[in-house]
Each structure stands twice: as C-alpha cells, then as structure tokens.
T-cell receptor, first 112, second 112 residues
C-alpha cells in the first residue's frame, strides 16, 4: 500500500463546475497535508496546506481534512480552463521527520 | 514564499559522466531537499540537506551516486555521478520555509 494515494485520472470537469480531488494516506503519524498544482513541463506550485480537521479555504480552493478517515480533498470552485493541470497531494509526519511524501497525482482537465 | 533558482535548467550528458546541479535560494533556510521526478511519475525524495550536517539519503539513493553539498543556508548542490540513461529525469530542489515547502524550477537531465 502506498503511503499517499490519489486517483491518477484523468478527471474531466466542465468549466464553471466544482472539481473535487481526493487523496488518502496510510500513515497515521502524518500531521500536515499539502496540495500542489503542476503544469506540464513546470515544477510543482504550492496551492495550500492543512493540518486541522475540517475545511480551509483560500479563494476558489478549499482543502478538507478528515484524520479519522485518513482522507484529504481539494475542491476547486468555478473551475477554469487554466486549472487544467496535475494536482499532487503530499503528507508530512509530525515530530522530527520533515519530508513530504507525494501521491502519484491526479490529472485534471477543465472543459470549456 | 521563497524564490529558488537552479542551474542548469537542462542538460544532455553522456553516460559515465557527472553533472552538478546548483540550487540558490533568496533567503536563509534550514532545510533543503532534492527530489527526482521521472517522466510521467510523481516526486521521489533523494535526500535532505541541512546546513552543517551530512545529507540524509532516502532508501535507494546513496551518497556515492548523488553527493550533496550544503555550504550555507542559501545554497546547495546535487551531483549525479557516473550517469546512465536511467538517470534521465527532472531534478528538483525544494526548501521548507516555516510550514510551507516550495520547489525550484527543476533541472531536466537527459543521459545518452
């Protein structure tokens, strides 16, 4: 079982709709969770991170964390064609361990 | 956030040679990381480089193959030694700034 799992997609969403990206993790020691956006040929760009159960909103993006279910999600409201990219979920353990462990990424396409 | 630059941005090398990748950050950071992203894959951590201590390598990566230097809080190098075509990949420098983690633009390496 991979530490961080994502559906590789592709996920197709019509423009203006809500895109929902999901991620599960196996290590209960994971404390912080990150969402990155990666355009083809570019490096990952941090969207947001979350470490408390519940929702965290930043503009059109909402991250949701449920530690009991070991589940993290990212919602993108009013999806735009420019949101078409691969979205990477990552987890970081607490304590002295500092590294991020990444999922395989979900490819999202927003259709005009 | 942190502004990260890498040199070179890309290179084509012959097997058996070595390439040193430089990473420069615009602010002092304690933790720097080197990742590899093979074509169509997610990110894999090679090693963590903290200033003033030896780099910590992940399983499957060894110092003889990927020597790392961290002479100060704004700079690090990763050398890919005795290269083979399997080393063709994108190599990414990453830094942690408080709770966030950012990536450089990457170095695209092709080994012939």
């Amino acid at each position: 079982q991979k530490e961080v799992e994502q559906n590789s997609g592709p996920l197709s969403v019509p423009e203006g709709a809500i895109a929902s990206l999901n991620c599960t993790y196996s290590d209960r020691g994971s404390q912080s969770f990150f969402w990155y956006r990666q355009y083809s040929g570019k490096s990952p760009e941090l969207i947001m991170f979350i470490y408390s159960n519940g929702d965290k909103e930043d503009g059109r993006f909402t991250a949701q964390l449920n530690k009991a279910s070991q589940y993290v999600s990212l919602l993108i409201r009013d999806s735009q064609p420019s949101d078409s990219a691969t979205y990477l979920c990552a987890a970081r353990r607490g304590g002295g361990a500092q590294k991020l462990v990444f999922g395989q990424g979900t490819r999202l396409t927003i259709n005009p | 956030s942190a502004v990260i630059s890498q040199k070179p941005s890309r290179d084509i090398c012959q097997r058996g040679t070595s390439l040193t990748i430089q990473c420069q950050v615009d602010s002092q950071v304690t933790m720097m990381f080197w990742y590899r992203q093979q074509p169509g894959q997610s990110l894999t951590l090679i090693a963590t480089a903290n200033q003033g201590s030896e780099a910590t390598y992940e399983s499957g990566f060894v110092i003889d193959k990927f020597p790392i230097s961290r002479p100060n809080l704004t700079f690090s190098t990763l050398t890919v030694s005795n290269m083979s075509p399997e080393d063709s990949s994108i190599y990414l420098c990453s830094v942690r700034n408080r709770d966030e983690q950012f990536f450089g633009p990457g170095t695209r390496l092709t080994v012939l």
